[in-house]
């Protein structure tokens, strides 16, 4: 290769871009040629400026703590054995992260799965715990002292249907219905604003039976 | 004039001073090169491994090499700040290439490799200090170029690939790949020239 196809590698060496082969051959002759050198320098700028020409992100806080760290264990210079063995701990981390990488990106999405299924599950789970908080009323008002039965006969509209309620001052309505013909909506009001009606209405129910019958 | 390599308010510590006092075992070199330099080095170390947990794993490489080696730094071979940024850029390519099961880049073990070789004897590190100014004009000459030069440009910088290596992956002549790297680096050399031209008359 002549001096002058040589200098043309200059820009993809300062680039860290050469082939084995190529780099070989231009480090042998840069070693010795100042021209070359000049032209390797004059790259070295634009490598640095694509560096700063991404986008700008700030690490997380965390991570000065964690690289600061580093920097209160180091020893008086001089003291070689001393030197060598965060060194080659760290060598050995680095080793063990580069062997982890691909199980950490396999971990990443059995995360992700795992995220989608805590969610799934905590939806249920309010789900669930609003169907106890209901339930927890009911008791409470069937339990309440001052509860009164007051129980309801169907109308012409819906003559087979029966009807239960307990109702309590402080607690509020607690509305039972059975056999009513389907489509048809039960209002339950409450007087006081302060107690909501709890209701549970069997809509579709066949049986004549009451649960709370008795 | 602005520099961009000092972006944070008035430190009384020089880049190289506060490398020495690292060397000392003085903590504080290492806190100032770190609240200086992490952003551009973590922006660099995410934009090549795309993971926010792993870019952070190359900033915590990045400044412990530079603590195990403060004591090696030699000035005329660049700035600091061009020495920590081609260790992330070797530290970020050796990530990804693990995480494709590939082997480490050419840089080999060594980050003072390829454009840190070449020992610069008049250059202090006020002189190779990037200017705001400067990063503008190369960003602007890397958008403007020719898509696929910058594509190859980019699949060498961020992605580590080799001249022979972006020529398999795009599917193009060897020669065609070298042209285009070539004159990518040519133009946003270019850019900065322009830039110290029009700097110099003033400074002198």
Known sequence: MSHEELRELASAYALGALDPGDRQRFEAHLAGCAECQAEVRSFRPVVDALAHTVDSRQPSAQLRARVLSVGSTRPAKGSRAATVLPWFLATAAAIALAALTPYTVQLRNRTRELAAAVRDLSARLADTDRQLVAARVEVSLLAAPDVRRVDLRGQSAAPQAGARAYYSRSRGVYFVASDLPHPMIAVVRSSSPTCRPACRIPMCSRSRSNPLAG | ?204
């Open chain 2, 1 to 204: 004039m602005k520099r961009f390599d000092r972006p944070l308010m008035e430190t009384p510590l020089s880049d190289g001073d506060a490398l020495t006092a690292t060397v000392r075992g003085d903590g504080t070199g290492l806190a100032t090169l770190y609240d200086r330099y992490s952003r551009v080095v973590y922006s660099l170390a995410l934009r090549i491994v795309q993971i926010e947990a792993e870019a952070e794993d190359v900033v915590q490489e990045v400044f412990a090499q530079m603590f195990r080696q403060a004591e090696r730094y030699d000035n005329r071979r660049g700035s600091v700040s061009s020495w920590l940024l081609t260790i992330a850029r070797t530290r970020a390519i050796d990530h990804v290439r693990a995480r494709k099961r590939l082997p480490d880049s050419r840089f080999g073990r060594e980050p003072e490799a390829a454009a840190e070789n070449v020992p610069d004897p008049r250059a202090n590190q006020e002189s190779q200090t990037l200017t705001d100014e400067q990063v503008q004009r190369v960003r602007r000459a890397l958008g403007d170029l020719p898509a696929e030069q910058r594509k190859a440009l980019e699949l060498a910088y961020y992605d580590g690939l080799s001249q022979s290596e972006i020529a398999e992956r795009l599917k193009e002549p060897l020669g065609t790949v070298k042209s285009r790297i070539r004159a990518a680096m040519m133009r946003l050399r270019d850019s900065l020239e322009l830039d110290k031209r029009m700097r110099e008359p003033q400074a002198r």
